[in-house]
Each structure stands twice: as structure tokens, then as C-alpha cells.
């Protein structure tokens, strides 16, 4: 699978999965700040922004493969520090179970270990099927974009409400559709979690309603010696909503990789 990406700025690797439905623009902030020191390379992952949107059901693992892929024709064959936001947290999860030897550090962001309830899984395929109906991304937004958000961003940020709906709607209901079935369908990486022996930094928005702080506590006490950092005015989008902070958290934790 040929993905679209970007690959910005000079330096170690770090390399950032973007959410559902979004698409690799939600690193904007980071490409300026982190891409001052490190190289960014941040993919659309199947299915959004300009990657490719094929008929049928998506998996998480298929899509860490994807990234893998891209990495091997990137030549990258050394580790990497690998961070993912949500559901580019589970597709950093299937690559650090799967590809472990390809992973230097891991960057967790507003995400989780476990899977989908049933009911949650059952939400899915209805919402896939309005998708379905629709032919556009529309009905996947209306139920997303108003739990992204702290009150504080849709208040005084407007704009990044406003370029959120934008990103989002550049997908394809094709794109919404399969990857709805990777979401519903995904492992549960609970017990992944005690055996990850990589620097490890959980990042959540304090107001995060999709994957909660309490995921991300949960997630950090079950990683050996993973930091846990709680941003301030963010919800689910941590990183995009509040990048000042965010961006610090992150620097501070990629520096004290360095020898
Ligand atoms: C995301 O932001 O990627 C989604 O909220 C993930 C999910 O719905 O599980």
C-alpha cells in the first residue's frame, strides 16, 4: 500500500499517526515545532486524506503494516520513535506487538489499549452503514467532531473547530467505511502492556470525553516506566487543540532520548 505522507525536518526519526476520521494535516503544529529538531514522517493512513481509499474492510494490523511499508521504501530499517493519536495510538500498539524491533520509543496519545464493547462495535456498523447510505463522510462527522473538543477550544478556537470539519471532510465514505470495521474489530492490547520496554510517553487531554484520562492512568501503569502527561484546555485532539504544551511535553520527552 503506497501511502501519502509527509516527511519534514532534519534528525532522529519520529514518526506521528493521525485519528479517525482526520488525516496527517492534524500535526500542522508539530511539523513546525518538532520538525525544527527531529524528521517528521507523517503518513494518511488507509483510507484518509490523500492516501489511497479502497473497497472493503480495513484492519488496524493492515494498516501498521502500511506504515511499516512505508518506512522499509524509506529505507528506515532502524528503530523509530512511534507516536499515534487514537487510532493512530491502536495502529502505534500493533506496531510495537508486531514490529517491537522497529520501535525505539512510543509516543501515546489521547488513545487506549482496549477494544470496542460489543455495543460500541454494533455503534460502529450502524454508523458505517449512514456512511454507506449517505456517499459522503457527513453522518461519521456529525457523531465525531462534537466530542473532539475541551469547551475552552470550541469557545475561544473556533478556527481549529472549523479546519477539524474541513480535514475531516476531505475523506471519503469508502474510507470512512472500511476503516469503521479496523476500529469495531480491533485486539485488545491490554496485555501487551506490561511487556513494552521502550521509553514510553502517555500524553491525554484533561478533558479528553473519547479515551479519558482514566485510560491513559491505566495505560501508564501498566507500561514499565511510561510518563504520564495531562494536558491543560484539551480534549481529545491534545496535541492539535493545545500544541504549546503538547509540543513541550514532546520535546522534553524526545530529548532525554538522545545520548
Ligand atoms: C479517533 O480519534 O481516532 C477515534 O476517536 C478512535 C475511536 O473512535 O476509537
Redesign the pocket.
Known amino acids: 500500500m503506497r501511502l501519502a505522507f509527509s516527511d519534514e525536518g532534519p534528525g532522529p526519526v519520529v514518526v506521528l499517526l493521525h485519528?479517525?476520521p482526520i488525516g496527517r494535516m492534524m500535526w500542522k503544529d508539530q511539523f513546525s515545532a518538532i520538525g525544527a529538531m527531529y524528521r517528521v514522517i507523517a503518513p494518511d493512513l488507509l483510507g484518509h486524506g490523500d492516501s489511497p481509499a479502497p473497497d472493503g474492510q480495513y484492519s488496524i494490523d493492515g494498516m501498521a503494516d502500511d506504515v511499516i511499508e512505508l518506512l522499509d521504501t524509506l529505507g528506515l530499517a532502524e528503530p523509530v520513535v512511534v507516536g499515534g493519536?487514537?487510532?493512530g495510538g491502536y495502529v502505534a500498539l500493533s506496531i510495537i506487538a508486531r514490529y517491537p524491533e522497529r520501535v525505539r520509543a512510543l509516543m501515546l496519545m489521547d488513545t487506549r489499549a482496549t477494544s470496542d464493547t460489543p455495543e460500541a462495535a454494533a455503534k460502529r456498523g450502524e454508523l458505517a452503514e449512514a456512511v454507506a447510505r449517505a456517499g459522503n463522510p457527513g453522518p461519521a462527522i456529525e457523531v465525531?467532531l462534537p466530542r473532539f473538543f475541551s469547551k475552552s477550544t470550541e469557545e475561544y478556537r473556533p478556527d481549529l473547530v472549523v479546519g477539524m470539519r474541513k480535514m475531516m471532510e476531505r475523506n471519503s465514505a469508502r474510507g470512512v467505511v472500511g476503516t469503521l470495521h479496523a476500529?469495531a474489530t480491533r485486539p485488545d492490547r491490554t496485555e501487551l502492556l506490561g511487556s513494552i520496554r521502550v521509553p514510553t510517553l502517555v500524553l491525554v487531554g484533561e478533558h479528553d470525553a473519547?479515551t479519558p484520562p482514566e485510560d491513559s492512568m491505566a495505560m501508564a501503569d501498566a507500561i514499565p516506566g511510561a510518563r504520564l502527561e495531562v494536558i491543560p484546555a484539551a480534549g481529545?485532539l491534545a496535541p492539535y487543540e493545545n500544541p504549546t504544551v503538547s509540543n513541550g511535553v514532546i520535546l522534553r520527552f524526545l530529548e532525554e532520548l538522545e545520548p
Open positions: 485519528g479517525f493519536l487514537s487510532m465525531m476500529l473519547i481529545h
